[in-house]
């Protein structure tokens, strides 16, 4: 399994797309197939999934702090679906 992107986070707004207030990070991104039926463990408070439709979509993406928007998009570009 390799990882589709390395993102790096900083402290600072706009060195890169990822943010992160607390710290400096690096850390390694995978696409990686589910199968089955999959729910929130115990500590977990909840578990959404979204269509690669809705996950594409400028709406869901805002909502992301940080840059995740930015990962989610590159993450679907990886495996090949492009909106």
Do not use: N
Request: glycine fraction near 8%.
């Amino acid at each position: 399994l390799q990882p589709f992107t390395v993102a790096e986070y900083f402290p600072t707004v706009g060195i890169t797309p990822y943010h992160d207030p607390r710290q400096h990070a690096v850390s390694l991104a995978y696409v990686v197939p589910v199968t089955g039926d999959c729910r929130p463990r115990q500590d977990a408070l909840d578990l959404v999934w979204f269509s690669p439709q809705e996950a594409a979509s400028e709406v869901l993406q805002s909502e992301m702090p940080g840059g995740h928007g930015a990962l989610l998009k590159q993450a679907l570009a990886h495996v090949g679906l492009v909106f």
